[in-house]
Nanobody, 115 residues
Framework: QALLAESGGGLVQPGDSLRLSCAVSGRSLSFANMGWFRQAPGKQRDLVAQISSGGLTTYADSVKGRFTISRDNAKSTVYLHMNSLKPEDTAVYYC?????????WGQGTQVTVSS
């Protein structure tokens, strides 16, 4: 069973940047497809960005050009670089790892964008 631990969330002002990290243990990150999701209060959990084991990336339209997902297999960590943050980016951000049919989620990290 893999364990995922997110970190890096916090309270920031509009226009600021944050970098979220997702540390993976228990399984090799190299073979995992990774994704960042977010869930705002009263809303469903939505995909923000994903990166395949081969490094291919996709983004939600709402974050294209502002967010970048990356991975460091040697450090077993996936990152979400968030720039030009907006109040509507406020949510709990979750990391998800999938190895075929095996899927694991992290516990989430809160990101609040407010002036």
């Amino acid at each position: 069973q893999a364990l995922l631990a997110e970190s890096g969330g916090g309270l920031v002002q509009p226009g600021d940047s944050l970098r979220l990290s997702c540390a993976v243990s228990g399984r090799s990150l190299s073979f995992a497809n990774m994704g960042w999701f977010r869930q705002a209060p009263g809303k469903q959990r939505d995909l923000v960005a994903q990166i395949s084991s081969g490094g291919l990336t996709t983004y939600a339209d709402s974050v294209k050009g502002r967010f970048t997902i990356s991975r460091d297999n040697a450090k077993s960590t996936v990152y979400l670089h968030m720039n030009s943050l907006k109040p509507e980016d406020t949510a709990v951000y979750y990391c998800r790892a999938s190895w075929g049919i095996y899927v694991n989620w992290g516990q989430g990290t809160q990101v609040t964008v407010s002036s």
